[in-house]
């Protein structure tokens, strides 16, 4: 079932200052005058280039943002989910301070290969843990340690995964988080097809029933940003 979105507001109601439609033009603008892409960056998004999956990659403004997120943040307990080839995972562990860890589930051994080696390249894979493994067991792991006051909770966490599960991410990843921590989701606005009613493939229906669960939350602060395919920032209260 579809979630009930709201009614359009009237003309009147519309913000005049809405956010500036993004073409080819603009786009490659705001590329050349704020993403900084280190060389390393650069070679790990042009090997992923070369494998049909590649526009599951992060793009270059999306990593920078998440960088910059952890270093305002200064978390010292990271989380993400799905990792792909590592791209988001370079990104935030070189933002990292070195008193910081980062916990890593990537069900694909070929993918976390590639991130394994780019962490190892940029010095950091020491502060980085991986599991090769399905997340929603691990986290469940995880969340067991914390509530068995074991281990912490997250300061952080970073979603990037299978849409089939995005539910069960988002309520266990607020479980594991700490209050006042914050959780990105990549994807929330999923090619733009949650704003058509026409897709009701399986996925789009998810992120959309997301979306809708996370702005009824009102344990959590949220903002859901038009960059890449969408980005929403949690702020657990």
Known sequence: MLPNFPKPLPEDDRPV????????????????????????????????????????????????FLSLLIKLQAPKKILEIGVFTGYSTLSMAMAMSNN????????????LDIATRYLEQAGVKDRVETYCDKALPVMQTLLASINNHESDPFDFI???ADKKNLLEYYHLSKSLLRSGGCMVIDNTLWWGNVADEAFTDKDTCIVRELNSTVHQDNNVELSLLPIGDGLTLIRKK
Do not use: C
């Open 17 to 64: 200052n809405r956010t500036v439609k993004v073409d080819d033009r603009l786009y490659q603008y705001l590329v050349d005058v704020s993403v900084r892409e280190t060389d390393l960056l650069k070679e790990l998004r042009r090997e992923t280039a070369q494998y049909h999956m590649a526009r599951m990659q992060l793009s270059p403004e999306v990593g920078q």
């Open 100 to 111: 910081a860890s980062l916990v890593a589930i990537e069900k694909k051994q070929m993918w």
């Open 158 to 160: 970073f979603i990037d």
